[in-house]
């Protein structure tokens, strides 16, 4: 039973760590020894867990389902699907944008498991808006893809556009200040669109 334990503790810890260096530094610049390193293992025990980088990225793309659950939660009324994705991003997935702006900057070949993933979770947002029009709480003149889409700009890019938000408001995208009134302000705004 220890043996299970110590390999669950040392795969959480070398997921933690890969974590930190993919979010922090993209996927080109992440390096397997630094995140042994960090997680305090040799590298040929991450080969153990994982067959290689790509492998162990999906691992921690998975894991932020599990990490953060209330994430998949899609609110039944249309006016509050783009505050709660707001203060999910800020509040606890602000190393997975920085990671996602890493991964739009680099050039890399397309890596089927991780993009799967990732459209996935973008249809569920689409197929989420679809189900609110069918039941007629959005207007059928709204497509559910540009509006999913417009939904996902306005609750990222104040956050990963931080210098710009910074430039343009005075404060921080971090500070609760900022953050209260961009929850509130997408509020009205969804208030707007969603009225029939």
């Avoid at 299970?4 to 993209?26: Q, S, V, W």
């Amino acid at each position: 039973m220890g043996e299970i334990r110590n390999a669950e503790r040392t795969r959480k810890n070398i997921l933690e760590a890969a974590r930190k260096e993919f979010f922090d530094k993209g996927y080109t610049g992440a390096r397997i020894e630094v995140i042994a390193k960090n997680a305090d293992v040799k590298k040929q025990l991450i080969y153990h867990y994982f067959k290689g980088k790509e492998e162990l990225l999906v691992a921690v793309l998975d894991q932020l389902k599990v990490d953060t659950p209330d994430w998949a939660i899609f609110p039944p009324n249309p006016v509050d699907i783009a505050e709660h994705r707001f203060r999910i991003f800020s509040q606890t997935r602000m190393d997975f944008l920085r990671f996602t702006a890493w991964e739009a900057l680099e050039t890399q070949p397309q890596q089927v498991a991780r993009k799967q993933r990732r459209e996935e979770t973008l249809q569920s947002y689409v197929e989420d808006i679809k189900l609110k029009q069918e039941a007629g709480l959005i207007s059928e003149d709204l497509d559910p893809e540009l509006l999913t889409l417009a939904i996902s700009a306005l609750t990222t890019y104040p956050l990963v556009y931080g210098d710009v938000t910074k430039m343009i408001t005075g404060l921080e995208p971090g500070d609760p200040q900022f953050q209260e009134k961009w929850a509130k302000f997408l509020t009205k705004i969804s208030e707007l669109i969603f009225r029939k």
